[in-house]
């Protein structure tokens, strides 16, 4: 059974600013069942990426059972971020800067 996802409320930005720094970003966080938020690619390096709302408490921003089931299968590259300077961190710490 596929279940949608609901976006957190600072997905948009954090897109924009990562888009805003040169990556490509595909918005996933329809495909449900765990999938996470976005798809980024930046300087040859593809990041899949869960998004949290820093804001919420500890309880609130953990993943969901279908989430974790996803990140705990998944054998590449996955994170999860909070906010807009933890996607500014991730983009300047991914892959040879040009």
Partial sequence: MSRAKRTDQNQIEI???MRD???SVW?????GNGAPDFVAGIRGVNLLVEVKLGEKSPSRRKLTPFEEKFHLSW???ICIIESVDDAIALINRTGVKK
């Fill in 75 to 77: 054998k590449g590259q």
């Fill in 27 to 31: 918005v996933t966080s329809h495909v």
């Fill in 15 to 17: 897109v924009k600013v």
């Fill in 21 to 23: 720094m040169g990556a």
